[in-house]
């Protein structure tokens, strides 16, 4: 059998995925991107069609209380947080700094905050056709569920967003502080 990255027909095919070249910053980024963007599809879609199809089921429970385990399972992983900082740190990565285009804002024991100046989740629920109404619920109902659950295996550190995209403003404030 002929090895398909040597066949000629399968070229094309190659050609796009550009395997060879180099993984930039941008392409890294727009490659996360679109797995946050997808993910965030799925979830609204599958929010939206829990409302039509099974009205008799309170979809808003059901997405919520999966966000906040999912955010839960995440949180454990962390190890144990003891300060602000630290929180902070857990839940940082290079994907989500370029993705979020993340802008750290304070870094101590008793308070950390990082700004989010984009939302691919957000974007998605607008492609999407979602309402005002509907974003706002899903950012700070929904998707929040996911970060506020990421804390409750850690006590003593309290999440708060004093700004959210999703509720128009221009950017999210992810902010943590240390509970004495």
Not at 151 to 173: N, S, T, W, Y
Request: charged letters at 30%.
């Amino acid at each position: 059998m002929m090895d398909p990255k040597t066949n000629p027909e399968c070229q094309e095919y190659f050609d796009k995925l550009s395997l060879d070249s180099e993984i930039t910053p941008e392409i890294y980024r727009n490659a996360i991107v679109s797995a946050q963007k997808g993910r965030a599809m799925i979830s609204y879609l599958v929010w939206k069609k829990m409302k039509e199809m099974y009205p008799e089921i309170d979809a808003d429970a059901v997405m919520i209380a999966t966000y906040r385990e999912f955010g839960i399972i995440n949180g454990k992983k962390w190890g144990e947080i003891t300060s602000a900082k630290q929180s902070l740190l857990a839940q940082s990565s290079k994907s989500g700094y370029l993705v979020f285009q993340q802008e750290l804002q304070a870094y101590s024991d008793d308070y950390a905050q990082k700004d989010f100046h984009y939302c691919p989740h957000i974007e998605a629920a607008k492609e999407l056709g979602a309402t005002p109404e509907e974003i706002k619920f899903f950012c700070q109902e929904i998707l929040s569920a996911g970060d506020y659950g990421n804390m409750e295996p850690h006590p003593c550190v309290k999440l708060e967003f004093k700004k959210q995209i999703g509720a128009g403003d221009d950017r999210c404030e992810y902010c943590v502080t240390k509970i004495k």
